[in-house]
């Protein structure tokens, strides 16, 4: 199972660095908000990292984690996350115990194996990490799926124009607030990126 960037990329030729590096700051995403926030389900982690990536985003032109989320009936829905819960890697069971039978609608409960290490994250991503799980550390599942699905966010905007189950596109993310990034701009950020990354390939 491979976590990547917002670009899709052939994964025999990408860096398993690039590749690694999304991988240790997914898992230490999950272990900073079992942490710092309470009522931490599957369904309520899911759209944490969401609105994780998706703040990143609007600022950079780039997520955290490298998730992509697909517009699912309860919000964002990280599709390879959610499927590796049905059969987790052993990375994922070395930093993350969970508790009980896991059940589709998330109700189990989850406890951090591992110190969280910040040494992955830049300065904007650790404020980032903060700032999310400040808005919604006491916040129920019920409550941040309210969130999610308010008018003219990414997630309401892909359901009336593609439908349910297609994938937001992370350009949702833009505004006009002072912090976004114009659309102009988180395009040019994200071709910058692919061909970083593009360096980085075999052929």
């Known amino acids: 199972m491979n976590f990547q960037s917002n670009w899709p990329m052939n994964t025999k030729t990408t860096s398993p660095v690039l590749i690694n590096r999304n991988r240790e700051k997914l898992l230490n995403c999950i272990i900073y908000f079992l942490l710092n926030t309470k009522n931490c389900g599957k369904t309520k982690l899911f759209k944490l990292l969401y609105f994780l990536d998706f703040f990143h985003f609007k600022e950079t032109g780039k997520s955290v984690t490298g998730l992509?989320?697909?517009?699912?009936?309860?919000?964002?829905?990280?599709?390879?996350?959610?499927?590796?819960?049905?059969?987790?890697?052993?990375?994922?069971?070395?930093?993350?115990?969970?508790?009980?039978?896991?059940?589709?609608?998330?109700f189990f409960k989850m406890l951090p194996r591992c110190k969280f290490d910040n040494r992955y994250f830049s300065k904007r991503e650790m404020r980032l990490l903060g700032k999310v799980a400040y808005i919604f550390?006491?916040?129920?599942?019920?409550?941040?799926?309210?969130?999610?699905?308010?008018?003219?966010?990414?997630?309401?905007?892909?359901?009336?124009?593609?439908?349910?189950?297609?994938?937001?596109?992370?350009?949702?993310?833009?505004?006009e607030s002072k912090e976004s990034l114009s659309l102009e701009e988180a395009i040019e950020r994200m071709i910058e990126i692919r061909e970083v990354q593009s360096l980085f390939n075999n052929d």
């Open 68 to 106: 992509h989320y697909n517009a699912w009936q309860l919000g964002p829905v990280p599709v390879e996350l959610f499927h590796e819960f049905e059969k987790p890697q052993d990375d994922f069971k070395k930093c993350i115990n969970i508790i009980g039978e896991v059940t589709p609608d998330g």
């Open 137 to 175: 550390k006491e916040a129920k599942t019920e409550d941040i799926v309210e969130v999610s699905h308010l008018p003219n966010m990414p997630w309401d905007k892909t359901i009336k124009t593609k439908g349910e189950y297609a994938e937001i596109d992370f350009l949702l993310a833009l505004d």
